[in-house]
């Protein structure tokens, strides 16, 4: 696969990277409709399937028009048919992770290189998912406002301990029985108040996220969360995540 002269292998982390780009291009139209003044850009696949780039974009309803990369034409094209964008913020690359894929396959000697050829840094990221349980990145996201806010209610609507239990009860070989699941799963909740009336709650507030996908199984998949702090310091959750009949996605066990 040819993206301007760069060759892709279409793989689960690509495809993942194609998920990443479609659920966070919100925050572009966002930070596009407020006047950000910076490099922007939307990919889509042209008339002959081959994805380019469409750069100064602006929205205009439906629609994202700008100027093509590869010979500065002006061109409009359906919001639907973007399939990654890109902003350039204080030489700094946000989104663009059909590029993020590419760059991840190369040497470190080839990734300065690139860097040099973009001009700008490429580094981990900030994946602008929306707090909301429409996805599973968003429901770990919303969960950690609720331990900002100290919201007891709001940290249990993200939960399913019934279900959490049976991962638990899996992962340790126990042996299944319905009554042992709910006792388990009363022990789990109550186990989660203790710790949060006995310690302060977790702060999540001025951090940046990274997701990635580890593995998938039947409704539920296994998400890693990497933390990065303002000072540097960056920590890596892994969660099972699972999809609800009727309430969305429930944050389920850590994964040690």
Known sequence: MTDNHITIDVNDEYLYNLYKAKSTIWYFDHVIDNGFEGYNSIKFKNENEVFVWLENVETDGKYYKGTLVENGQPHIISRNDA???????????????????????????????????????????????????????????????????????????CKDFYWEAENVMLEHAMIFDPK?????????????????????????????????LLERRGEQELIEEKLIYADGFVTVNKFWVGLTENDGWKVLNLVD
Not at 182 to 210: H, M, T, Y
């Open 180 to 212: 042992t699941r709910l006792q388990l799963a009363n022990v789990l909740k109550v186990s989660l108040q203790e710790d949060l009336g006995n310690k302060a709650f977790p702060n999540f507030e001025a951090i940046e996220r990274v997701f990635n």
């Open 83 to 157: 399939a990654d964008w890109m902003i350039i913020d204080n030489e700094r690359m946000i989104g663009a992770y059909t590029i993020r894929h590419y760059y991840d396959t190369l040497t470190r000697d080839e990734q300065l290189s690139f860097e040099n050829y973009c001009g700008c840094c490429i580094d981990h990221g900030n994946d602008f998912f929306k707090a909301d349980r429409s996805t599973p990145e968003g429901a770990l996201m919303t969960l950690e406002n609720f331990y900002n806010d100290r919201n007891w209610d709001g940290i249990l609507s």
